[in-house]
């Protein structure tokens, strides 16, 4: 090797010709210090188009950061030569001398910067925890390959590109004891402070895996594209729409869903590191999934209290969010303040065996649970109610200070029983004739429609916290009226012909007790339980 005088002179003359020559030729105009995870499905381009300028920014500088021993100044000093400063216990691992001289592709294309003050330790500080490989060339320029950016240094084109390591001769511009590439070669190392994605932490959720992408979608609704993509402001995103499961794809997409993936779908743990790989387009130590791989989150589980009262956890079922097709069917109650033992003492004093909670906030009662048995099938009616997994209940109750029990979500309900059977019932002509006096000729003519403003029965009414169907019709047989409605637990409408919209639908639109029996019901909201007088 040459003395170190001479070589310092054929560095500076080393220099000068491939400056003066890439001085006369056009550049890219975007900026070289380049985070290629922007575009998540594939490091840009032109990332691979880059060539030397004659003058290079300073190094940018990674503030208020620490790697390991890593120590990095963040010099303010009015000093006109480029720098970067830091201190590491060692780089990484040299991993040889390469050819760099493709006009399109960079050998290492993720970032680059230079520097009139560069050392292996700067190089490595500045392409930081995100790049796995880092090398350095024409003795000034540092070069960065994260990854994602398809450097491997056992790839067949990798491997092609290995030269002696006497190719590689200039000394540091910050170092001129260390030696860091030459024109068209690039000293390459691994990364000591290279960190890995991972799997983020995000409060309220649970990882659930990697998932590979299908037809249809693992999690289907509402894609959030962001190039600044991270896993919270994904899971927020998800939350402000009420979906309990988001995923990250591509390092920038954010997927929402109601239901949990497949499990034929899950990529199995030993390989999801290395399918769900891509680093979030906002923060490049989190996993974002990757092409046609989906990273999934699913809300935290939070056990549901066994026992509520005298009522027991049943399971948590869908719910429609269409009036009428309610999955419990009887009084509704809605509250800013909701816990589970209001929601169960509401429905427990009216005599309703089951109650459910919902969107943190709502309490429904029932008696019965319109579930997948085929006996709620009436009039094909279908079954609204259908058993899913717990964590699709996942909606913290509104008036729990403690944040740590569950009232439903988005059209689910967090459901619980008291065992009990419910007797309650329409009644029919048999049990008119069996009171004393009889009333003899009303039956009971099915659930009505009614309307505030434009009333199905508009003769006389009444209200009473202790109405049943027998003082309803007694009442409105006094009055010489032919039908006779009850609605709402305690409302009796009296008149002699049926008024407004008065369609019958589906008598489980017609099923809150009545205020004064349990076992009777009487109507609904803007529904009318009706019986009429045949003779």
């Not at 899913?388 to 988005?410: K, L, P």
């Not at 007797?423 to 003519?445: I, M, T, V």
């Not at 169907?469 to 009850?486: F, I």
């Not at 012909?497 to 008065?502: C, P, R």
Request: proline share 6%; net charge negative.
């Amino acid at each position: 090797m040459a003395p170190k005088q001479t070589r310092s002179v054929l560095l500076q003359g080393a220099f000068l010709l491939p400056f003066l020559i890439s001085s006369l030729s056009a550049f890219p105009s975007f900026p070289y210090n380049t985070n290629a995870n922007a575009n998540s499905k594939a490091v840009d381009i032109n990332l691979n188009q880059l060539k030397p300028r004659p003058h290079f920014p300073t190094l940018l500088k990674r503030q208020n950061t620490t790697f390991g021993a890593a120590d990095i100044d963040d010099d303010d000093d009015d000093d006109d030569t480029p720098s970067i400063t830091g201190v590491i216990s060692g780089p990484g691992t040299r991993l040889g001398c390469y050819r760099d001289n493709s006009a399109t592709s960079r050998l290492l294309p993720t970032s680059f910067t230079a520097s009139d003050t560069l050392t292996v330790e700067s190089c490595a500080i500045f392409c930081g925890p995100s790049s796995a490989y880092f090398g350095i060339e024409y003795g000034r320029e540092c070069w960065c390959a994260s990854s994602t950016s398809g450097f491997s240094p056992t790839s067949p084109s990798t491997l092609a590109a290995r030269v002696d390591d006497d190719e590689c001769d200039f000394e540091y511009a910050g170092n001129d004891d260390q030696t860091c590439g030459a024109s068209e070669r690039i000293e390459v190392y691994t990364n000591v402070l290279y960190r890995p994605p991972g799997v983020a932490d995000v409060r309220g959720f649970e990882a659930l895996g990697c998932y590979r992408e299908s037809s249809p979608r693992v999690l289907p609704n509402s894609l959030l594209g962001d190039d600044a993509l991270t896993a919270a402001k994904c899971a927020a995103y998800c939350t402000n729409l009420n979906f309990p499961y988001f995923g990250l794809k591509y390092g920038r997409e954010c997927w929402c869903g109601v239901s949990p993936p497949f499990d034929s779908q899950r990529v199995p743990d030993s390989d999801a590191a290395r399918e769900c790989n891509m680093p979030c387009a906002g923060n490049p130590s989190e996993i974002c999934g990757a092409a046609n791989r989906i990273t999934v989150y699913g809300r935290e589980m939070i056990e549901k209290p066994p026992k509520v009262g005298n009522y027991v956890y049943h399971g948590c079922y869908t719910d429609s969010p269409v009036t009428g097709e309610k999955s419990l069917t009887g009084k509704v109650t809605y509250d800013a303040t909701m816990t589970l033992d209001k929601c169960r003492l509401s429905c427990e004093e009216d005599g309703y065996p089951y109650f459910g909670t919902e969107y943190g906030s709502q309490c429904f009662c029932g008696t019965r649970l319109y579930d997948q048995d085929a006996n709620d099938d009436e009039d094909n009616y279908p079954a609204r109610a259908l058993l899913v997994a717990d964590r699709q209940c996942s909606m913290r109750c509104v008036g729990d200070a403690t944040n740590a029990t569950i009232c439903g979500d988005a059209n689910r309900l967090s459901v619980y029983w008291n065992g009990d059977d419910s007797e309650a019932r329409n009644l029919g002509p048999l049990d008119f004739a069996a009171l004393d006096p009889p009333l003899l000729g009303w039956n009971y003519g099915g659930c009505v429609r009614d309307d505030v403003v434009r009333r199905t029965l508009t003769g006389a009414r009444r209200v009473r916290n202790d109405m049943t169907m027998t003082s309803c019709v007694q009442y409105c047989n006094t009055g010489g009226y032919r039908y006779a409605g009850l609605e709402f637990q305690s409302e009796c409408y009296c008149g002699n012909t049926l008024n407004g919209d008065a369609d019958e639908v589906d008598d489980s639109q017609c099923e809150e007790l009545c205020s004064g029996d349990s076992e009777e019901f009487c109507g609904g909201p803007s529904r009318l339980s009706l019986y009429e007088r045949l003779v």
